[in-house]
């Protein structure tokens, strides 16, 4: 009875695992995504909020194509010490609870499964590395004619991180379209 009950809950805690390992994987995964603007301010004003932003933002322009009204920053982004110690944590916790059921199933050798502890601080890690890189944002200006008036509306391509694209947005306060 005791076997099926720790068997049990050492399958149900290698699951955890699997998920905790595929959490930490995702934590650096590429979130590139498109998003369309929409502004009625002029070209010219458009362009100047867009470099200002982008040079707050620590980004710089490694791309200008006049032709197609398109430019592309670039920027190194770094990783979150709080994600990296909350990541480890995780881990850390993980670990430990497959070595209390390990340590339960197999009591003669309990004690040095506490070494696998000491693979916490990869998961930190990892993340330290792979979340520091350079990220582009490619922006894209078409302009059209606004329904039922006289303005000309600005439409705005951008293609870059989805976080980037969610505070581009809050910060300039431009209506996304569908």
Not at 51 to 62: A, E, I, L, M
């Amino acid at each position: 009875m005791i076997t099926t009950i720790l068997s049990s809950t050492l399958l149900l805690t290698i699951l955890l695992a699997i998920g905790l390992f595929f959490f930490i994987r995702a934590s650096v995964k590429d979130r590139t995504q498109v998003m369309k603007l929409m502004s009625t301010e002029s070209t010219d004003s458009l362009l100047a909020q867009l470099q200002q932003y982008f040079r707050q933002r620590s980004y710089k322009v490694v791309a200008l194509d006049a032709t197609q009204n398109q430019v592309t920053f670039a920027g190194f982004v770094r990783p979150s010490w709080f994600l990296a110690i909350f990541l480890t944590f995780l881990a850390a916790i993980g670990i430990l609870c497959l070595v209390l059921v390990l340590s339960f199933l197999f009591p003669q050798i309990g004690l040095l499964f506490l070494g696998l502890e000491l693979l916490s601080p990869v998961a930190g890690i990892f993340y330290w590395q792979k979340a520091g890189r350079q990220e582009q944002v490619s922006l894209k200006l078409e302009s059209a004619a606004a329904e039922n008036t006289q303005e000309t509306e600005n439409l705005i391509t951008v293609t870059g991180h989805r976080d980037e694209l969610s505070v581009l947005q809050a910060t300039l306060g431009w209506q996304q379209v569908p």
